[in-house]
Every structure is written in C-alpha cells, then in structure tokens.
C-alpha cells in the first residue's frame, strides 16, 4: 500500500520507455508512480503497418495501460495530455487542468512524424506512428478498394496507386505488406477489381533501403520487394503531397489518393518545453546515466531522449532501446533514493529485424546476418515481438490471427471503420502521372 | 462461375436476414446475387452490449463481408448506401451514384433507433444497434471513468450515474454488464475512483423487465439486476435527455452524462421508399411467403419486414427470425426461378435468451424455463450465440477472450478511442438530481 510520505515518480508517456521504468518501479517500497498517457492505451508500435493493413485488429496491438498495472497498488495511471512542464518545480500540467508534483520526472512522450516541412504533407499524407494513424490508414486503403470495385474508371485515375515516403523498417514493412494485400486478398475478396494495375512507389533519398543493415541486407530487401511488384525509388523524395498527387523530387508527378509517410519522426512536442537542450531531431540532451544536466530529479528516456552511445554518436530511436532505458532509468532513480550512485546506460544490442510481407523477414545481431523465409519468418518474427509484449492476453489473440492467416489467405479484420480517411474526393486534385523523363 | 446471362439477385442489408439469404443462394447455378451494405462488414449485433462495455473488441463481432463469400464466385459485394428504391424497376441506388438492377429485390435493411420524439434523445442519449453505437458508448463510458478518477468532484455532479432506457434484452443485458464493470472492473483498476458512488437506473414504461419472458423469469431477472445494484423503475419512462441530464415522466431529474437508448427500434429510412405500406414501427407489411403483394420479384425480410405470424399478428424482429426468413426467401426465390410454387414462411422458434450480467442467463423454449448460473451460464450463452456466428475466426477469437474473463478480471479490452463521445463538457447542462417526491 502506498502512503503519501512515498517519494511519488511522474512518468509522461506510456510507450516502451515509459511502461518499463514504471513495470521495474512497480511492487517498490516507499515508491508510488503516476503514468500519464494521453491514450488509455500502450500501442506496441513495431505493429502498426499491420493494422493498417488489416493483418490485426487495433485492439490486438492497444494494451489498457490500467490493466497492466491492475496488481501494482503503487503505479496509479491517468489519461491527460500534458501540455506544460516545469523542470525546477517538477511539475507537469495538462490543458484540460490536471496537474502533477514529483519527486522524480521522468520525461517519456516519444516521438511524432516530421514531415521537414513539405508542402501538403501534414494535410494530405498518411503517417504511421500511432494507432489512431494505422486505423486512418486502414479506412483509407480499403475505402480506396471499395470505391475502386466500384468504379473501375477510378483506375485510370490513379486510384491503386500508393506512393510510400522512406525506405526504413516502416516504409518497407507496409510496401511488403500492401503487395501482399493487392496480390493475395484483393483477388480473392474483390471480384471486380483489377488489381493487377496497382502501383506500389516506395522512395528514399539514399541509396539503399533499411539504411543501418548490412549491404548483404540491401540487396535481399530490394530483391524482395522487386519480386513482389514494388518500385523501388533510390535517391528520390517526395516534394510535395496533394490530396490526389504526389509530386516527386526527380520533377515526376504520381497521381495518388495514399501517400503513406514513413519518412522521419521528431521529438514529442513537449520536449521543447521548459527550455531543454534539443539535439537531432528536436530529442533531449541526455547524459549518460539518462538524467537531464542542470535539473535534479528529472531523467528522459526512450525516442525523445538524445541518448550517447557508449563510444560516440547516440542511440537510435528503436523499441529496444528504449525499453532498456525505461528499465535503466528505474534502477538508477531506486539508487538516487537509497543514496547510490547512479550507473551510465549501456544498450545491449538485440539487433534488427524487419518483415517485408508474407514469408520473408531479415534479421541481424552484430555482424551476422540471417534471411529468414516462409512460415519459419512469421514464427520468429513473432517471438521477437512477443518478448516485447506486455499483455500475454494480447499476445493469444495476436497469435491466433497469426496463425489463422496461414490457413485463410482472406482473413484479418477487414474492418471499414466509417470515417474521414474513407471518404474521397475523386473530383478534387485530379492528375495523370507524369514522369519527368517524358 | 457466374455469367452475364444468370438470374442477378440484388440483396440491400448484410445482417442477419441479408446474409442468410446470400449464404443460400451462394453456388447455385444460374445464379449471380450482389450483397448491399452501408458498411463492410456484418455486425454480430447480440453482442454489442459487449462491445460497449469493453468485454469483446469490435473486430471480434464484425466480420468481412467480402471474407464470408471470397470462395463464392457467385456472390459479388458492394459497400454503399442505398438511398433510392425503384419496385417497379427493380432498382435500387445509392445517394453516391451507385445503381443496381435487379431481376430479384431482398430488401434486408433492418432497422434504427426509434426515439419516439423524445426531446434531446436524438441528440444526447446513446443507442445501440450498430457496431458505430457500441464504440461510442465505450467511448462515453471510459471517459466518464477516466475523467472522474481524476476529478472525484465530477461524481457529485452525477458522472457515474447511468440511465438506461428499456427494460428489453439490451436494456437488461447492457444494465448488467456496466454493474459488474463498476463492482468488478473499476476497482481492480481505478484506484482513485468511488465506484460505491455510482448509481445504475433502469426505466421502462412495462410492468415488467423482459417483458417476452414468463412471470418467474421476470422475478428472476430483477432479483439479479437489484443483488447488482440496479436501480429498476418500472412504469417510468423518460421525457426529455439532455447532455447533462435526464427528466423521468414521473418527473424527477436525474444527472447523468451517459443516457443509454435500448427503448425502441423502427423500420430503416428505405422502408418509406417507394410507397411500401408500413405496419407497427415503420415495418413494411410483407405476405406470408415473405414477397411484397403487388410487386413481382421483391422481397422483404428480417427486422424490416412485418412478417405475419401463423395464426395472428407478425413475428418479433429477432436475430433468429431474420436469419430464418433470409434461408426462406432464398428457397421461394429458388422456386421462382424453377417455376414451383412458393411456401410461406414458417418460424422454428429456437427459444429466447438474454444475459444478465457475469455468471446469470435466462433462457425460455417455449413454456419450459431455464435459470442459468455461473461458468455454465457463460459457456451455455456462448453456444448459442455461436451457433449463429459466420466466421470460425471470429468463433475463436470471442472464445479466447470470453474464456480470458474468468481467469482475468481487468481482461478485455478496454481501449478508449480518442472521439467525440469521450469529450464531455461538464460545465455545460449541471444539473442536481432531485426527485418529484421529495
């Protein structure tokens, strides 16, 4: 039971960083913790391109944050948006009044899609960092299938056309992963749709998808991908996104009702707060033991924390890293409390992995390097994932949809939610794809 | 494979009725059938009350209808709202420019609330009859939840005080289902919440809950609802809803932020189309072979239609009714078709059943009457429920869930979508409840 003479940690947000300082604070002596989330919800991220693409269901990948800690009496958690922070009083304020004193902040809000200020982008592009952006997405794609089915003119217009911005884990997890959907699913559940004249852009400054693999890597992906009928776009961005166009960097035109943004995120809003120090990407200047120089009692985690990497450079913003560092910073606030010294955060690196569709995944620890194929690809990428996850309710239900789509190439929640992302405007915004080669 | 030369079925309404007639007609030869919805999928409509109580998720009752018929050739689906229908022409189409002709009409399109007139229940109660309604209330529901656990103030201006309209099946069933959230769910979970401070109120206009049922199962019924903490009123209606607040005919106030609507259902909008004649609640009055005197070639079917009872009066719109009339007018179709005669509809009553919270059914067959208690209770209802159930998927994934419920009592999915029915305004409509008597 906790009492209110318990030194109180606030933690803000409650992705991987923020649920894992919470779970190894949780049971603690003397402590209590308030996680505050603007969702009721922890989204397992690294999911997300499959509610969009109705391989799962939202609430497959949306654990309820109140359950996880439905045995911790000493982890209390509210829904609130935290809009101000004030790192000398460590107090944290939302807009709708709520308000919180720590004695320990622990700043965890993530990260938000950066669109580097292109033009359309914000308005008419489809980003994936959130479950609200996955079912967005999802209405969206089948919306676009329905509509097509029935008007085949719509075609012609470049309806089946998806322009992906960013070669990355999310650019190419849900390219795969759209091919899949107009390969395998439309055929068989649209009979009056001609999915062989869908197009699927995937476009990215460099010169090579899934940047941090291996070279080996690179080639195995665009091979991948190729095989499945996606376009590979190297060294081309997006420069601007209308509601039915994109237009390119090499001065070509997409006519196109999805542009899926998948092409950077920046820091939570409320790291420019209270006047941190803001590194790449708008992240918090962290120091190595996770605290914010200058502010005592205040530690940031996870995406929105510029974390050095033992050596140079900093740590990339991966679910891994920050559940390590959700943990770490845990321990080193039970060592602040008993009068320790804190210890400088190491990563122990659990390696990569990307899926690229159905059957096909890529995974590497180190230096080595591992292609993975057919049903073996989905287990374990799965077992990956689920050691992440939190729920094991959760982690049934995620299986039983796993599994099931081996035996039924039509299943997965192929639910239409009505909302704005479904309806188009067909009318508005119309153009021919153009390239500027011809 | 179907060809230009069959006989083109068009069917309006993928419910019950509408599903059950396409599953029939579904491979038999020289028959195409085009399957009409406003949505694109079939939504398992018994178990919304769940759904709105965080007890199954809403992918778990809402199914494909383009998975349930992708191995029938014959059976094509359109997602649209038919807003225009032809009988003479046997056309329908929809307010977006769809058009379909057909040589055979079903119209399937259920129904909608009915609010009788009553002032601000359009705009401020809560019904459920769509999968949409369910989310919303869960919505409602979590919000009031999450947002008086933050502000206990909030519970003295009524925010846990929830009035529910209609002592029916959903009346009841949803009743039970928020009172076992509040003793069981709410305190493993919200810490901070007085759920000793909440109020459920039940009201019908009747003399009786379940008013179907036999007179024990009545005493039944509320015996259990009252041991759950429900408030019944009977032979009390409600006069007006506002956002903040409820007047009773009997004249007393209630403040509440969450009036639940299960006090009536009417006929859906394209009942009034095209001169059909309406019978009780806006129903179109069909012939006892479930064909529209006057019309060749259309029929009327489910909760829309005012099927005559053998020997006097028309049959209740239940899920087992419009799934039998769907088998029905598949079969006079088919006899059509050969030219046979057509047989009139005969209802295999299959009994009614409801639930009355964790661990309590009630079930009558005919004049035999079963209590049902406990685990068996749940097991029993699920059968049933499953046994109408189309996809084996869903059968699995509602079973992983219900089953997760009795090892866990914070399980289920308690996701709170960020919308409208979530945002409540609680400046707004303050009212104290107060009685009439006092």
Not at 34 to 39: A, E, G, P, W
Request: a negative charge; proline letters at 3%.
């Amino acid at each position: 039971m906790s009492t209110s003479a318990d030194r109180h940690v606030v933690i803000v947000g409650g992705g991987f960083a923020g649920l894992g300082c919470a779970q190894r604070l949780a049971d603690q002596d003397d402590v209590r913790v308030t996680l505050i989330d603007r969702n009721n919800y922890h989204q397992f991220q690294p999911l997300l391109y499959q509610v969009a693409t109705s391989q799962l269901a939202p609430s497959d990948i949306a654990h309820s944050l109140r359950s996880v800690f439905a045995d911790q009496k000493n982890v209390d958690v509210k829904l609130a948006e935290i809009s101000e922070v004030d790192l000398a009083a460590r107090t944290v304020t939302s807009a709708d009044g709520g308000r919180w004193d720590a004695d320990v902040l622990v700043l965890a809000a993530g990260s938000q899609p950066n669109f580097f200020g292109t033009p359309g982008a914000a308005e008419s592009a489809f980003p994936l960092y959130s479950l609200d952006d996955a079912t967005r997405l999802r209405s969206r794609i089948l919306g676009i299938f329905e509509q097509a089915d029935r008007d085949p003119k719509l075609i012609e217009r470049g309806a089946l056309n998806f322009v992906i911005v960013g070669g990355g884990p999310t650019g190419v997890e849900v390219a795969g992963a759209i091919a899949d959907m107009i390969s395998v699913t439309v055929p068989a559940t649209y009979e009056d749709l001609d999915a062989g004249a869908a197009q699927i852009h995937l476009l990215d400054y460099g010169d090579a998808l899934l940047k941090p693999f291996s070279d080996e890597a690179h080639g195995y992906v665009a091979k991948v991908l190729e095989e499945k009928g996606v376009k590979i776009h190297l060294g081309t961005g997006v420069k601007e996104v209308g509601t039915g166009h994109a237009l390119l960097s090499n001065g070509s035109t997409i006519a196109t009702r999805c542009v899926i943004w998948g092409g950077g995120i920046k820091a939570a809003a409320v790291a420019a707060e209270g006047g941190l120090a803001q590194g790449r990407g708008g992240r918090v200047d962290v120091s190595g033991d996770l605290t914010l120089a200058g502010h005592e009692g205040v530690y940031v985690i996870g995406d929105i924390a510029n974390i050095p990497e033992a050596g140079a450079g900093s740590l990339p913003q991966l679910g891994s890293v920050a559940l390590q560092s959700g943990h770490w910073a845990a321990d080193n606030i039970l060592a602040d409390f008993e009068g320790k010294p804190r210890k400088p955060f190491v990563y122990h690196d659990k390696g990569i992995m990307a899926m690229i569709g159905r059957g096909a995944a890529i995974a590497e620890v180190g230096k080595r390097h591992h292609e993975i194929h057919g049903q073996l690809a989905h287990m374990a990428w799965l077992g990956v994932h689920a050691s992440l996850m939190t729920g094991t309710k959760a982690k049934i239900e995620a299986f039983v949809d796993w599994a099931w789509d081996g035996f039924s190439k039509s299943g997965g929640p192929h639910v239409l939610d009505r909302g704005d992302a479904a309806e188009i405007d067909w009318d508005k915004d119309v153009v021919v794809s153009q390239s500027a080669q011809s």
